[in-house]
C-alpha cells in the first residue's frame, strides 16, 4: 500500500528535467504532424475534385483523431524520466495537447466546436499512451526508441488503410418533448410557424456556449402539404423545409434541406458543417398528443445522417447537440403557447 502511494505521488519528486523532454517530445511531434495533416487537408481547396476525398479525410480519421493522441502520449511517458508515475503518465500527454489545438485554434485550422468535440477522446487516448508506455518501459526496464518510432508512424499507416475505407452510413433519429398546459389549436398555431424569437425567449443553452447558432423564427409559404417553411438560424444558417405530413392540431412533418450555399464559413466549423459529407438533418417531425388531463405533450423528433469512420463517439456529440437545440425550441413554444391559452377567453 505503501508502495502504491510513493508511486502516485513520485511525478512530485522526479527530475524536472525529465517532465520538460517528455512533454517537449510530445508537443514537437503532436504540433508537426498536425500542421501537415491539416496543410495536407487544405489542399483540397486549390486542387482537383479527385484530391478532395484523399486530402479531407485526413482530419476526419481514426489515425488522426485516435491515434495521434495515443503516440503523443507514448512519447511523453517513454521520455518523460525513469522515475514517473501514474500521475505523469495520465496527465502529461494533456499539456502537449491543449497546447497542439490552441494553436491550431489561434491559426485558423480549426474551429472552437470541432476541438471542444475531440477534447474528450483526444485526452482519453493520450492517457491511454502514456499508460501503456509507462508500463512498458516499467516491466521491461528499459527505454526502446525503435518501439517509440513505430508508434509515431502508426498514425499515418493508419490513415493510409482507412484512405481505402467507404466511411460507414449511419441514419440517427433524436426525439424530445414537452408537457403544454394549452390546447392543441394554439399549440398548432405555434409550431406551423413560429415568429421571430427574442434573445430573451431562449434561456443559455451549452450548445450556444460552444458555437452553435441560435434559432430565429420559421415562416411557412402556405398551409399545407408542399408548403416550404424557412427555419433561420443565428449566423445566416437557413433550413428550407419542405411540408410533407400535413395534420392540423395533430402532426406537422417536412424534409430538411440546409442551405449550404448560403452559410458562412465563420457560422459552423468545416467538419461540422449542416449538408456536408459528415453531417446532415434529413427529416422533422412535430407530433400533437392530447393527454386526459387536457394538456398536451409536443414531441419534436428529427432524423439525422452521420458518416464517419468513428459514428459511435460522433454520434454521442450530435444527438446531445441536436437534443439541446430541439428541447430549447419546444420551451419558447410551450411558454407562447401558455401564455396564449391564458389570454384567449
Not at 150 to 170: G, R
Request: net charge neutral.
Amino acid at each position: 500500500m505503501l508502495n502504491a502511494l510513493y508511486d502516485s505521488v513520485i511525478v512530485i519528486k522526479a527530475p524536472r528535467k525529465a517532465y520538460i523532454i517528455g512533454m517537449a517530445s510530445g508537443l514537437i511531434y503532436g504540433l508537426c504532424t498536425m500542421l501537415y495533416i491539416y496543410n495536407r487537408s487544405h489542399i483540397r481547396n486549390v486542387s482537383n475534385a479527385s484530391h478532395e476525398i484523399a486530402y479531407g479525410y485526413l482530419v476526419m480519421s481514426v489515425g488522426f483523431l485516435f491515434l495521434v493522441p495515443l503516440a503523443i502520449g507514448w512519447l511523453c511517458s517513454t521520455f518523460g524520466g525513469q522515475k514517473s508515475g501514474w500521475l505523469s503518465w495520465i496527465f502529461l500527454p494533456w499539456l502537449p495537447i491543449i497546447v497542439s489545438d490552441a494553436l491550431l485554434l489561434i491559426l485558423g485550422y480549426e474551429g472552437r466546436i470541432c476541438i471542444l468535440m475531440a477534447l474528450p477522446i483526444t485526452f482519453l487516448f493520450s492517457s491511454a499512451g502514456g499508460v501503456l508506455a509507462g508500463l512498458t518501459r516499467r516491466y521491461t526496464e528499459r527505454r526502446s526508441h525503435s518501439t517509440a518510432v513505430c508508434i509515431a508512424l502508426l498514425p499515418f499507416a493508419m490513415i493510409m488503410v482507412e484512405a481505402h475505407w467507404t466511411a460507414p452510413l449511419n441514419i440517427r433519429t433524436v426525439q424530445t418533448a414537452i408537457v403544454i398546459h394549452a390546447p392543441a389549436s394554439i399549440v398548432w398555431q405555434n409550431i406551423e410557424r413560429v415568429p421571430a424569437i427574442a434573445p430573451t425567449e431562449l434561456r443559455p443553452t451549452w450548445t450556444h456556449r460552444i458555437g452553435f447558432p441560435r434559432p430565429i423564427e420559421a415562416t411557412l409559404s402556405y398551409e399545407g402539404a408542399g408548403g416550404v417553411r424557412h427555419a433561420s438560424f443565428q449566423g445566416g444558417l437557413l433550413f428550407i423545409e419542405t411540408v410533407t405530413n400535413w395534420q392540423p392540431d395533430r402532426l406537422l412533418g417536412f424534409t430538411i434541406k440546409a442551405d449550404t450555399a448560403e452559410i458562412p464559413r465563420t457560422t459552423l466549423d468545416e467538419h461540422v458543417t449542416i449538408g456536408g459529407p459528415y453531417f446532415d438533418v434529413l427529416r422533422g417531425q412535430y407530433r400533437i398528443e392530447p393527454k386526459p388531463d387536457g394538456t398536451i405533450v409536443l414531441h419534436l423528433s428529427s432524423q439525422e445522417r452521420l458518416s464517419t469512420d468513428f459514428n459511435w463517439y460522433a454520434g454521442l456529440w450530435t444527438d446531445a447537440v441536436m437534443h439541446d437545440i430541439q428541447q430549447s425550441i419546444l420551451e419558447v413554444v410551450k411558454k407562447r403557447c401558455e401564455h396564449n391559452a391564458i389570454l384567449t377567453p
